[in-house]
């Protein structure tokens, strides 16, 4: 496998964490997206979308973070990323797609870029935006964690004890979230997941800091 990926970017770093929680072995290669690597032709020839992550198998490139981790749930089982049951998969399909559907596409660099460069947006209002939105859906994550302890238990990580599809997507929204100095007070169901899932082996492997890619 060839994981094409940028070490901030948050969809890569959902794939990087599912590899490393299932122990799968990859070759990193590295588009850097400030420097516009995406839009040049020898990568374009490998993603349609010209968007990272993309993951290379046999010569099938699949795109999307969320269908690249369904790939590796079908193919490579264990450990499960999605619970056996159809409800309880659901709801954790529901908690991760609120953070890959709603909160990221509108706060990522393509659109923090047509703010600043295009709509000619100050870096304070382009900020002001990304922790307005980053903080609202963050807010849902936190109300959807109540209603699955109300209705499950406690809980370590978002779902339970163990790394799901949810802390996949989770963690990489957060750890960008800080980066921008979103508000993230009174969430503590989320931040309590966010830390738990931070302290796992397999994250700190698949972390930024730690891609060939990262820049000091």
């Given amino acids: 496998m060839k994981l094409y990926s940028y ?3 948050s969809a890569s770093y959902r794939v990087r964490i599912a590899l490393a929680l299932k122990g799968i072995a990859y070759e990193y290669v590295p588009i850097h997206l400030v420097k516009g690597e995406q839009r040049g032709e020898a990568f374009a020839a490998v993603s349609a979308d010209r968007l990272v992550p993309v993951l290379e198998v ?4 699949l795109s999307q973070s969320l269908a690249i981790i369904d790939y590796l749930e079908e193919t490579h089982p264990e450990p499960r990323l999605l619970p056996r049951e159809p409800l309880a998969r659901a709801q954790v399909r529901a908690l991760a797609q609120t953070i890959a559907c709603e ?8 659109v923090l870029k047509y703010l600043s460069q295009e709509l000619k947006v100050d870096d304070g209002a382009k900020n002001a935006w990304y922790r307005h939105w980053c903080r609202s859906g963050l807010e849902a994550v936190e109300r959807q964690l109540s209603q699955l302890r109300a209705a499950h238990g406690p809980a370590a990580l978002c779902f ?4 799901t599809l949810a802390d996949c997507c989770l963690v990489p ?9 979103v508000d993230v007070s009174g969430l503590p169901l989320t931040m309590a997941a966010y830390e738990a899932g931070m302290a796992l082996p397999a994250v700190q492997q698949a972390q930024p800091s730690a891609c060939p890619d990262a820049e000091g």
């Fill in 7 to 9: 070490f901030r970017s």
């Fill in 58 to 61: 046999g010569g099938v490139a």
């Fill in 103 to 110: 909160v990221h596409p509108i706060n990522n660099l393509r």
């Fill in 160 to 163: 339970g004890d163990s790394p």
């Fill in 173 to 181: 929204q957060i750890f960008n979230a800080q980066r921008f100095a």
